[in-house]
């Protein structure tokens, strides 16, 4: 068990960094305009963030020990077609969960 002198130092001086990066960005440049070359690449921070999550789900499935398997494969497939023919994270998102949904009740 960690002791609870580490503990509450780990999570103070988490709360201060994480403080202190948003602070970084809205007290210190809050006010003031970026550059557009900041902006154009600050738009692919959620783009990249959701590939980021999904991608160890799919590789490294805990589900199954470790293991690649069937469904998740095809469920990520089909989630990458529909996200590039619809251009909708919405639609991406709701096939892929039913594709997942359903191959797993089909291959088990």
Do not use: Q
């Not at 103070?12 to 403080?19: A, E, K, P, R, V």
């Amino acid at each position: 068990m960690i002791d609870k002198t580490t503990l509450w130092t780990v999570i103070i001086l988490l709360g201060i960094g994480s403080f202190g990066l948003r602070f970084a960005f809205i007290g210190l440049i809050g006010d003031r305009t970026l550059p557009e070359w900041l902006l154009r690449h600050l738009r692919y921070t959620a783009v990249a963030i959701l590939p980021g999550l999904v991608a160890p789900l799919v590789i490294w499935p805990e589900a199954t020990g470790g293991v690649i398997d069937a469904p998740r494969l095809i469920a990520a497939v089909l989630t990458v077609i529909t996200g590039f023919v619809t251009r909708s994270v919405s639609a991406a998102i709701a096939v892929g969960a039913a594709s997942l949904l359903s191959a797993l009740y089909l291959l088990g």
